[in-house]
C-alpha cells in the first residue's frame, strides 16, 4: 500500500521512531507499516489494547478519564499516546479507540473513531487529536481507520515541528 511507502519513507526522513497504541485498529497500523521493507528502522513497538483494564495497566489511562469521557474519545486517545511515548525510546506515538461497529455504542455511532498523534522532542510532548467517522463494513472502517492514522502523521509532526 502507498501509503505506508509514504509514511515509512517519511519516517526516515525525519528520524521519527513510532510506537502505536491501538484500540479498535487492532495493530493494523505496526502491521501495515511492517510489510515495507526497512521498516524495522522505525518501528518501535505497538501496543494493542482492548479492554479498560488493558488501557490503564499498560498506558495509564486514567479510570477517571474513562469513566468521564467514555471509551471512544479524544481525551481516551490522548492519554493512550502519552502513555504510548512514556515507556517507549520512540519519539512518535499514534493511537486509536473507536466503535468500528456495525451496531451503535452507548449511544456512540458506529464508524467513529478517536485518534491521537503524540510527538516527543527533547524535553517537550505535543499531542493532536481528532474524531472522525467512517462508513462501510466493520472491515472497512478498520481499514480506513488505520490508512487515516498514517496519512494524518506528517500534517501534525509538521504541527508540532512549528510548536502548535
Not at 525510546?89 to 461497529?101: C, D, K, Q
Not at 478517536?114 to 472497512?140: I, L, P, T, Y
Amino acid at each position: 500500500m502507498a501509503i505506508a511507502d509514504e509514511t515509512v519513507a517519511y519516517l526516515r526522513k525525519h528520524s521519527l521512531v513510532l510506537t502505536t497504541a491501538e484500540s479498535c485498529t487492532a495493530g493494523k497500523i505496526v502491521t501495515l507499516l511492517s510489510e515495507v521493507e526497512g521498516s524495522g528502522e522505525f518501528i518501535e513497538c505497538g501496543y494493542v489494547v482492548y479492554s479498560p483494564q488493558a488501557k490503564q495497566r499498560l498506558l495509564h489511562v486514567s479510570a477517571h478519564t474513562i469513566e468521564t469521557f467514555n471509551l471512544t474519545s479524544v481525551e481516551v486517545a490522548r492519554e493512550m499516546a502519552l502513555g504510548a511515548l512514556q515507556d517507549s525510546t520512540a519519539n512518535v506515538a499514534v493511537a486509536t479507540t473507536g466503535i468500528l461497529g456495525p451496531e451503535d455504542v452507548d449511544g456512540i455511532p458506529a464508524g467513529t473513531i478517536c485518534f491521537a498523534w503524540a510527538f516527543q522532542s527533547k524535553d517537550v510532548k505535543n499531542v493532536f487529536c481528532q474524531e472522525h467517522r467512517f462508513f462501510g463494513s466493520r472491515c472497512q472502517v478498520q481499514t480506513e481507520a488505520t490508512e487515516y492514522a498514517l496519512a494524518r502523521l506528517p500534517h501534525f509532526h509538521r504541527q508540532a515541528s512549528l510548536g502548535k
